[in-house]
């Protein structure tokens, strides 16, 4: 007798605990419609690849070996990668009645910022996520959904008195009722190990179970294609090619000053298509960017490499730091060199989901306390790219040297070094 009371208590706790359930369920589906099926709601992502400029393949029939590259961040992510797993996204998702399109005016009531952390990239290219709370699939014919997402994920910011939560990524969310897509204001981090690969989907509109069917996913999976919205920026520092008189050379650092690093995105939505438009802050002198843990022939696999609002780079100065060690000494000498890029050849626009990569080679030391970098665009195995670098740029510095004179017209008698 007294098990079957136990039996009837153990029960009625289930199916209050049940119930419960399903009401948080029914809450976050919106308007308090419950599913008539148990469908849960997944989500996957496909990221696209960089357009790569300034290097082509040495025939028509050979893939450039840049073409789906990583850049020096946790945070970057590719067709052939995926999401890194780990790693979130927030999805913002509207709910509207089945016989309605979605319109600018609607409230994202199904989802806000909702966020989704990736477990890798799956057998048919989607990085796939987990998520909490759940949501899933509302009854059929009577309400339709659009989805979006950007990545990486932002928490929302609070207030408390007069603080505000910072941004950890630079990114700020706004997506306020009657906004459409609302807006993402965006800040680039100083560092180049610090800065994130700012993404963004299209929308995907008018979506129920019955008719949610793209590619690879299935039916109750919302798949969302990724698209960059910065520029990527990638140097290769060639330092295996030594001037004469010199053992060995290093590039200390590479830094940008003048560059615009505050912007607002707002994406649109019209006639079934997604559009992406940045609003820049004009730049200031004190805007700068670094690449730090600049490495010795820095390729494809160690990437020396900047993630950046799409601009005009014409007004922006080129800082590069080098240390040189002459033959017969083991002190290295410093310098730098500075210039504008738009007193070289690579100057020019800096295109949203473009990739750009230059070569920092250099050129020669002399006894006059003179350094010679040339920069050009492309990487060193660019078909395009000259043995002696003609049509590079020559930085002439004329201040002083640390750790003596240079004399770089003294004959070198040494086997030639290898990579360093």
């Not at 050379?249 to 940045?278: D, E, L, N, Q």
């Not at 890029?341 to 020019?348: E, I, R």
């Given at each position: 007798?007294?098990?079957k009371e136990?039996?009837?208590i153990?029960?009625?706790?289930l ?25 849960l ?5 496909l990221?696209?690849t ?28 590719n ?10 996204m ?14 600018v ?6 989802m806000?910022n909702?966020?989704?952390v ?8 989607h ?27 932002e ?7 007069s ?18 897509m609302?807006t ?10 610090e800065?994130?690969d700012?993404?963004?989907s ?9 008719t949610?069917l793209s590619?690879?996913a ?12 910065l520029?990527?920026v ?19 650092s ?11 995105m707002?994406?649109t939505?019209?006639?079934g298509?997604?559009?992406f438009a ?13 690449v730090?843990g600049?490495?010795?022939?820095a390729t ?6 900047l993630?950046l609002l799409p ?10 730091e ?10 290295a ?21 473009r ?11 002399t ?11 492309g ?14 740029t020559a ?5 002083t040297?640390?750790?003596g ?16």
């Amino acid at each position: 007798m007294m098990r079957k009371e136990i039996y009837k208590i153990g029960v009625g706790i289930l199916s209050v605990m049940m119930f419960a359930a399903c009401g948080s369920e029914s809450a976050d589906n919106g308007g308090g419609v419950s599913p008539d099926r148990s469908v849960l709601m997944r989500f996957g992502a496909l990221s696209d690849t960089m357009k790569i400029l300034n290097h082509r393949p040495t025939n028509a029939g050979t893939k450039s070996r840049f073409a789906e590259t990583r850049a020096a961040t946790q945070y970057y992510a590719n067709k052939k990668t995926g999401i890194p797993a780990g790693q979130a996204m927030g999805v913002f998702g509207y709910q509207y009645p089945y016989g309605q399109d979605w319109a600018v005016t609607d409230t994202a009531n199904f989802m806000y910022n909702r966020r989704m952390v990736s477990g890798g990239r799956n057998a048919y290219g989607h990085t796939t996520f987990s998520y909490s709370p759940l949501a899933y699939w509302p009854q059929e014919n009577t309400y339709r959904l659009a989805f979006f997402a950007y990545y990486p994920y932002e928490a929302t910011p609070t207030t408390a008195g007069s603080s505000t939560t910072a941004s950890t990524t630079g990114i700020v969310p706004t997506v306020a009722p009657g906004t459409g897509m609302g807006t993402f204001a965006f800040t680039t981090q100083d560092k180049s190990s610090e800065q994130v690969d700012f993404m963004m989907s299209d929308l995907r509109t008018n979506l129920t179970h019955a008719t949610n069917l793209s590619g690879s996913a299935s039916s109750d999976t919302v798949s969302l294609p990724m698209h960059h919205l910065l520029s990527q920026v990638a140097f290769h520092v060639d330092t295996s090619t030594v001037p004469l008189g010199y053992t060995s050379f290093h590039v200390k650092s590479i830094t940008m000053r003048h560059v615009a690093k505050r912007g607002t995105m707002r994406p649109t939505y019209s006639s079934g298509a997604t559009s992406f438009a940045w609003t820049l802050e004009p730049a200031t002198d004190n805007d700068s960017v670094t690449v730090d843990g600049v490495v010795n022939d820095a390729t494809e696999a160690v990437p020396c490499r900047l993630l950046l609002l799409p601009q005009n780079n014409s007004a922006i100065s080129l800082r590069v730091e080098v240390a040189a060690v002459p033959v017969g000494g083991e002190q290295a000498i410093v310098g730098n060199a500075t210039m504008l890029m738009s007193g070289t050849g690579v100057s020019g626009v800096w295109q949203r989901g473009r990739a750009y990569y230059y070569t920092l080679r250099l050129k020669e030391l002399t006894k006059e306390n003179k350094l010679y970098i040339y920069i050009t665009p492309g990487a060193p195995d660019d078909p395009d790219q000259d043995e002696d670098y003609t049509g590079g740029t020559a930085i002439q510095w004329g201040g002083t040297w640390n750790g003596g004179d240079i004399d770089a017209a003294k004959p070198a008698i040494f086997s030639p070094p290898s990579c360093h």
